[in-house]
């Protein structure tokens, strides 16, 4: 069964450094996700892609964080300068479309620690 | 911000009884889903009910949807140990982009 891949699954990097997550959606699928999960609150939408084109970026920090999707296939978010607050898990996410009844495939995750 | 909000926030049974969680939402959807999260990992998709829909099953999932209340419910029966995990229900906007917001989570605990 075609799944979501993301790498690496665990960081720890500390603050004011760069890091940089990359995610592999499932063949095929145009939408792609990236989430961030506090512990022990649900996920909260950074990004969402449509192709190669940001949809709603409502959420991302913009001053540290930037994501792209260049030829619409894998896709990579990045923080610089990372900060204390930014611990979390990053989750990726990848749909067949956008539409109202699409469902939502999820990578493992990738948990931050920033020290 | 998150819409949905999850009842209880914990949740802890014996193997074999059935477990009910509740979700409540603040706007018009187009449909709700549940989601599970074991342990540490990404979230897998349980079951979406259209807001034309009041109720769905899924082998020993059943969700209800009241879109007058604007809230959902899950239940598991027979619950079982491989059962543990957090549960999400996830709204959709009724905007054009159709962005999905999780909400709080339930923690269930099947004790064995």
């Known amino acids: 069964e075609a799944e979501v891949a993301q790498s690496p699954r665990y960081k720890i990097t500390e603050k004011s450094q760069a890091v940089a997550f990359w995610c592999d959606p499932i063949?095929?699928?145009?939408?792609l996700y990236w989430y961030r999960q506090i512990l022990g609150q649900g996920p909260e939408l950074l990004v969402q892609?449509?192709?190669?084109?940001?949809?709603?970026d409502s959420q991302l920090p913009k001053d540290r964080f930037s994501a792209e999707r260049l030829k619409g296939v894998d896709s990579t978010l990045k923080i610089q300068p990372a900060e204390l607050g930014d611990s979390a898990m990053y989750l990726c996410?990848?749909?067949?479309?956008?539409?109202?009844?699409?469902?939502?495939?999820f990578g493992p995750g990738t948990r931050l620690l920033v020290l | 911000s998150q819409q949905g909000e999850e009842d209880p926030q914990a949740l802890s049974i014996q193997e074999g009884e059935n477990a009910t969680m509740n979700c409540s939402y603040k706007?018009?959807?187009?449909?709700l889903q549940w989601y599970r999260q074991n342990s540490g990992r990404g979230l897998v998709h349980l079951i979406l009910?259209?807001?034309?829909?009041r109720e769905k099953h899924s082998g020993r999932l059943r969700v209800t949807l009241d879109t007058s209340k604007k809230s959902s419910s899950l239940l598991i029966t027979a619950s079982r140990a491989a059962d543990t995990a957090s549960y999400f229900c996830?709204?959709?906007?009724?905007?054009?982009?159709?962005?999905?917001?999780f909400g709080t989570g339930t923690r269930l605990k099947v004790l064995a």
């Open positions: 996830a709204t959709d906007a009724t905007s054009g982009t159709y962005k999905y917001i």
């Open positions: 063949s095929g699928h145009a939408t």
């Open positions: 706007t018009s959807i187009n449909n």
């Open positions: 892609f449509q192709d190669e084109s940001v949809v709603d």
């Open positions: 996410a990848s749909s067949l479309a956008m539409g109202a009844y699409e469902t939502q495939y």
């Open positions: 009910i259209r807001s034309n829909e």
